[in-house]
């Protein structure tokens, strides 16, 4: 928090600076500033990417502990009755061995024909005896252990539910340290459009003071279609599912820029880029340095891949040329290509 409050700081400063004396601060000083910025949000942005991994793995394995310890409570619920059932049919044998005491089943000994005989019967007896003790003793084993088994599964589904806790918090402060920065970034960038308002201001003061007759406009290329932005019609013959996303972000044209926008009633650059894609059934995150670490890093663009630099993302349409939601309070139009910009395909 404390960085961001000296970022911010010096923010107002540069701003400040900027509408007071504007040649102190040059609008590459800016750009650099807002570079560094966006490389705060970057790199904020992929340990953000690997808590929200994690957390991913967390929730697999918490379904999977508790799958285990539903199973568990079945089986153990199953011993149980399993136990009491061995214990009712012990109980039943030995009522019906010796439900005439001691003499009858001395009298029934002895009533066989040979010693033999009888020393059969007495060891049948005693085997079933010890067979009802080893498995009630077996069941009783049984049961133990599925209790400890799901005594510890619940040990280890604590566990697994703190740490999802930890991540959780830790995604919350990224989110926050993320949005912080950002605001950084869109100040950076309100302070370059001043700054380039500023320089159009003057150079039509001096060219007015020189008979030169009045401002001078500066458009990009491509049909025009009013307030000095530069449309153009998209006429398809993009390969693939390209065609798609061209159509899409094409049908953008004119719509305000908007921060976290993702309609018709304002848009930002990556909500732009997100939207096209979206029409072709891929889908994007709403952030320009993950769009662009998601992609594939391509150096000879075609019609449809995404272009971008530091904290802006747009879709290149060919001839040096990109459609893209231009910075606050511009329009979705086409602008060329700047110099350095990197380039994605998905």
């Known amino acids: 928090m404390k960085k961001f409050w000296l970022g911010f700081i010096a923010v107002i400063m540069t701003v400040a600076m900027v509408a007071g004396t504007a040649s102190a601060v040059t609008i590459q000083d800016l750009q650099n500033g807002k570079a560094a910025a966006q490389s705060e949000v970057n790199a ?3 340990q953000l990417n690997g808590v929200v991994k994690k957390l991913s793995e967390l929730e697999d394995k918490l ?6 310890i539903e199973q568990a409570e079945k089986d153990l619920k199953a011993a149980e009755q399993q136990e009491k059932k061995q214990y009712e049919d012990m109980k039943l044998r030995i009522q019906f061995m010796y439900e005439d005491g001691d003499k009858s089943m001395v009298e029934e000994l002895l009533a066989n024909n ?12 005693s085997e079933v005896h010890s067979y009802d003790r080893d498995k009630l003793n077996e069941y009783i084993a049984t049961k133990e252990k599925i209790a400890k088994l ?9 566990e697994l539910e703190k740490t999802q806790k930890d991540f959780s918090a830790k995604q919350k402060e990224l989110d926050s340290m993320i949005a912080e920065k950002q605001a950084v970034v869109a100040g950076f960038d309100q302070m370059i459009a001043q700054a380039y308002a500023a320089a159009a ?16 406009s500066y458009r990009s290329s491509g049909s025009r279609s009013g307030g000095g932005s530069s449309y153009a019609t998209y006429t398809g013959g993009a390969s693939g599912y390209y065609d798609a996303i061209l159509k899409a972000a094409y049908g953008y044209q004119g719509t305000a820029y908007k921060w976290g926008g993702t309609s018709k009633k304002g848009i930002d650059c990556s909500g732009l880029v ?8 891929i889908r994007l995150p709403h952030q320009s340095g993950a769009i662009y670490s998601g992609g594939k890093k391509v150096s000879s663009p075609k019609a449809g891949d995404i272009v971008w630099e530091p904290g802006h993302v747009g879709i290149y349409v060919g001839n040096g040329q990109m459609i893209n939601a231009t910075q606050d309070g511009d329009t979705v139009r086409v602008t060329k290509v700047k110099k350095n910009s990197k380039y994605v395909r998905y």
């Open 63 to 68: 379904v999977e502990k508790g799958q285990q």
């Open 150 to 158: 799901k005594a510890d599964l619940e040990v280890q589904q604590a």
């Open 44 to 46: 904020l942005q992929q």
């Open 114 to 125: 040979t010693i033999a005989d009888a020393m059969t019967q007495a060891e049948y007896i």
């Open 274 to 281: 997100m939207q096209a894609y979206k029409a072709a059934g």
């Open 201 to 216: 201001a003057r150079a039509a003061a001096a060219a007015a003071s020189q008979g030169g007759g009045g401002t001078r």
